[in-house]
């Protein structure tokens, strides 16, 4: 062993047995030379992209493009430089996260976390107010819908006069389909309609996301009429929600909450049920009343009031049933829409009569939604209708 030591490692007449301490010493400087790259060289560590050109490094944020301005208010900016070595005059700027209480109601405890975004679209509410936002809960290996629901209901400019912003929530993938962070940056840098926050995207984090659209709006759209919160399954009739059901004619409402209604629901107690609800969580005999998940539309001032209040309530995973605890705790009732068809959490049999005059029906392939919506199209008139 020493003597393929002395051989391959010391040709020049090193005396190996004399020297094995300098030897140890060689090792030792080597190996704390090693941990001094590690540990000091930033680019030794696991990165992530947090934000659209923000580089996530061991709590710190480095901001690497020219689109500064758009930083959430989530970052606080650290430090300023300028490479030297580098002509290129290239700005080094760090961010650090704040502190994750941002809005605190009637001195409630914050036990809640904040998940930072990793996609936002901060600047979509500046020009002007929307009439409408639509918040659409998809995952992110969901392209095809949201291809679909872009050409169709979700559509920006499909009314003139009407400003409707879309937005798609999104958690980080979570089935290990292989849709990565860098996947849906592109599709957003494409499309700007993507929020994105950093927080596994599962059936039991959907209040996490819906309440991830609470802020956005508590922060980046607070003016905006009106909110529809639907699901990328669901075939949602934009101009009748619009003229059928908000009315652009009269003045926005306030504290308005309405969907398919459901009240007087009993939590589901059977420990297989997709809706089990254990008696810790929510002891009570009864739901108060809620609007199921697959399509609610509220007034936007409920937005900030719904955040704000969550954030002393504990979370429970059905979120249509959290917002209606949330409701609840603010004395505001959420109402039945003007005709009980109007929102649908099943499939509706498809008729140009019937679709005409609801606002949801649900369980639509991306490929039915686009058939059936343009076959829509060119029968808005099939039947007597009324608004518009
Ligand atoms: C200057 O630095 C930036 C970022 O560190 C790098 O992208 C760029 O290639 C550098 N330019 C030169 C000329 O070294
Ligand atoms: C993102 O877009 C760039 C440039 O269009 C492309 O080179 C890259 O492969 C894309 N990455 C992913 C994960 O789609
Ligand atoms: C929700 O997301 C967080 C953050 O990624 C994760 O730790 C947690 O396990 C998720 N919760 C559920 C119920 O999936």
Redesign the pocket.
């Given at each position: 062993m020493s003597s393929w030591r002395r051989r391959h490692c010391f040709p020049l007449g090193w005396n190996w047995h004399t020297n094995r301490f300098l030897f140890h010493c060689f090792v030792l400087l080597f190996l704390l030379f090693f941990m001094f790259l590690l540990f000091n060289n930033n680019r030794w560590l696991p990165r992530q992209i947090i934000y659209r050109g923000i580089v996530e490094v061991d709590n710190t944020y480095s901001f690497q493009s020219k689109v500064s301005e758009s930083i959430p208010k989530v970052f606080q900016k650290l430090v300023v430089s300028r490479s030297k070595n580098n002509q290129s005059n290239h700005r080094k700027v760090q961010y650090r996260r704040l502190p994750t209480v941002e809005i605190t109601s009637n001195g409630a405890s914050q036990n809640t976390?904040h998940?930072g975004y990793i996609i936002n679209e901060a600047k979509k509410c500046q020009k002007s107010t929307p009439f409408l936002l639509l918040l659409i809960s998809v995952e992110p290996q969901q392209l095809n819908a949201r291809e679909a629901i872009r050409q169709t209901w979700g559509k920006e400019d499909l009314f003139p006069g009407i400003q409707i912003v879309t937005l798609f929530l999104l958690?980080?993938d979570?089935k290990g389909t292989g849709t990565t962070d860098q996947t849906i940056i592109n599709e957003s840098s494409q499309y700007h309609d993507i929020i994105q926050q950093?927080?596994?995207d599962?059936?039991?984090?959907l209040t996490?996301k819906t309440l991830m659209g609470m802020h956005w709006i508590t922060t980046f759209c607070p003016k905006v009429a009106y909110v529809m919160k639907t699901d990328s399954d669901m075939f949602v009739n934009t101009e009748h929600l619009i003229y059928g059901l908000l009315k652009p004619e009269i003045a926005p409402q306030t504290n308005y909450f309405t969907g398919y209604f459901m009240k007087g629901y009993a939590p589901n107690r059977n420990k297989k049920s997709k809706w089990y609800m254990s008696q810790e969580l929510y002891p009570g005999d009864l739901y108060p009343p809620f609007c199921s998940g697959t399509g609610y539309v509220f007034s936007g001032d409920l937005a900030e009031k719904i955040y704000k209040v969550s954030l002393s309530i504990p979370r429970l995973?059905l979120e249509d049933v959290y917002i209606g605890v949330c409701l609840a705790k603010l004395g505001i009732k959420p109402v039945p829409p003007p005709k009980e068809s109007d929102f649908n959490i099943w499939r509706v049999y498809y008729s140009d009569c019937v679709y005409n005059q609801i606002v949801t029906s649900h369980q639509f392939q991306p490929t039915e939604l686009l058939k059936y919506w343009n076959q829509l199209q060119q029968n808005k008139h099939a039947c007597s209708k009324t608004h518009k």
């Open positions: 976390p998940y958690g980080r979570a950093n927080y596994l599962t059936y039991n984090n996490v995973h």
